[in-house]
């Protein structure tokens, strides 16, 4: 077992050198088909059955270029507010690994189609750092690798290996920032605010599903240290494939502490790719870093040039959504929400179900208590993200105007909320087989009533005392013989005219 490596604490890291950041992200694009043949690009399926002769790398096959793909990086780019290049290329990338079974990665090198780009982040603070893009580029993802016996799941150690070449071929894009310096302190929080705008970017633009833990999106993180004052970057290393927001930002932050005790100890850091350990947020030694000369990029000589005209890249343009920040403000202003209820709705992911729900007929801050409270608790007990519950917004906003109609009380709304959730149908069924309905008929609210001042009579004194307080005991009794379906303002109403009338 590898030896704990010596940490920095992170106070002293950020009093004595200066982080820089270069962040790596690949996403899969959700296309039919993949990159250059007509496979489907569906994630799982038995292995190796998603697969045909082109994307096995088979002699004599020709790879076609995926033209749905080719829209949507341009349209990426355009997001990003990248420079779209009028004319370029793929090229091979070789390297010999047995996720790729051709033995080179086709992919763009010298000639990417956006560039020049850059994205505004915005931290939980408001604060803004604009991230320059510089280079969004096509490529096509490798197979995949399992790694069988040994205590870790890596290669070393295993006692043998399987491949499955479902996900060889899946289109993808990578995008490449340009140097992040001058964060500081903030750069883990920085990398991971840097993430999650990316991913909420894609989804707007329904590019890709953005599923980190499916590995449809994922993260290398570039970390280097410059002494107080130096003008030259120091020696990078590159944690590869982080596949969540949070791990993004604990990588980033264990990188610098590692690195800086290294610089500290009088070490040199050594360029290598490291994997993250999601157990103890730490990072361990990959492999020596190769460069760009190392895979002898040359030109694809199966693929011909790809050059956007000016007229389809602007029309293209045309189709690009609300961008999330516009979004952002805008939501901010018509829901009436403060930059912390703002924060919290994004980041549970639930501002497409809670603008679904608005649309449905609800009002913005019901729907957002719902998503955001309860049905959030309800998706993190199942363990299954909020939008994968069994519920429709149009479903969450019948219970919201039941409840507005008095028909429902909160207690009961929950109820039959759960049992939507339990597949018992719509929201009137769960009511009607589960007898939920409020009490509304005063003289069944009055016998309850008069049955719990029965039972308490020194409350009853109480209140004629001036003690009206002294009525949520009886209150409390009348929900309790009523499971519940009392309207509790009524029968407060109710005990203070039975004993003051």
Not at 156 to 177: K, Q
Not at 321 to 327: C, D, G, S, T, V
Request: overall charge negative; proline content about 5%; aromatic content about 6%.
């Amino acid at each position: 077992m590898t030896a704990a490596a010596e940490l920095m604490d992170y106070d002293e890291v950020v009093a004595r050198f200066d982080p820089v950041l270069g962040l790596e992200v690949h996403v899969e694009l959700s296309t039919a088909t993949k990159m250059f043949c007509g496979c489907p690009n569906l994630f799982g399926g038995e292995p190796n059955t998603h697969v045909c002769p082109t994307c096995l790398g088979l002699p004599g096959s020709l790879p076609v270029v995926n033209a749905t793909a080719v829209e949507s990086v341009v349209r990426i780019g355009l997001a990003l507010n990248c420079r779209i290049a009028p004319w370029c290329r793929f090229a091979r990338k070789n390297y010999f690994y047995p996720d790729m079974p051709k033995n080179f990665q086709t992919s763009q090198y010298d000639e990417p189609i956006a560039f020049d780009g850059f994205l505004d982040v915005v931290l939980d603070d408001g604060e803004v750092v604009r991230v320059g893009i510089e280079r969004a580029h096509m490529e096509e993802d490798t197979g995949k690798s399992l790694h069988v016996g040994g205590a870790t799941g890596r290669i070393h150690g295993a006692e043998h290996s399987l491949l499955d070449y479902n996900r060889a071929g899946v289109p993808l894009i990578e995008i490449v920032t340009k140097p992040i310096a001058g964060t500081g302190a903030r750069a883990p929080e920085v990398a991971r605010a840097y993430v999650t705008a990316l991913r909420e970017l894609m989804r707007a633009l329904d590019v890709s599903d953005v599923r980190m833990d499916q590995g449809s999106l994922r993260c290398d993180a570039n970390v280097s240290l410059m002494p107080k004052g130096a003008a030259e970057f120091g020696t990078r290393t590159e944690t590869k494939n982080v596949n969540s927001l949070r791990s993004v930002e604990r990588a980033v932050r264990y990188e610098m502490t590692r690195q800086a005790a290294v610089l500290a100890g009088g070490g040199r850091v050594v360029q290598e790719t490291r994997h993250f350990q999601e157990s103890d947020g730490t990072t361990s030694p990959g492999r020596t870093k190769e460069t760009a000369e190392d895979y002898r990029y040359f030109p694809e000589p199966d693929l011909p040039p790809i050059a956007p005209s000016a007229d389809w890249v602007e029309r293209l343009r045309t189709t690009l959504p609300e961008m999330p920040a516009q979004r952002r403000r805008r939501i901010q202003t018509e829901w009436r929400l403060t930059d912390e209820e703002l924060r919290d709705l994004f980041n549970s992911g639930a501002v497409d179900l809670v603008q679904a729900t608005v649309d449905a007929g609800a009002k913005p801050g019901e729907a957002r208590s719902w998503w955001v409270n309860f049905l959030a608790q309800e998706a993190n007990t199942r363990g299954v993200e909020l939008a994968a519950l069994p519920i429709e917004p149009r479903q969450v906003a019948r219970v919201i105007e039941l409840v507005d109609s008095g028909e429902l009380t909160n207690k009961l709304a929950r109820e039959v909320v759960r049992g939507v959730l339990a597949g018992e149908g719509e929201p009137d069924d769960v009511v009607a087989a589960r007898g939920l309905k409020v009490v509304s008929d005063d003289s069944a609210l009055l016998a309850a009533v008069d049955e719990a001042l029965a039972a308490q009579p020194d409350v009853a004194d109480k209140i004629r005392g001036g003690k009206v307080q002294a009525a949520g005991a009886v209150v409390g009794a009348v929900m309790k013989a009523t499971k519940g379906q009392a309207d509790a303002k009524r029968v407060r109403e109710l005990i203070l005219e039975r004993v003051n009338g």
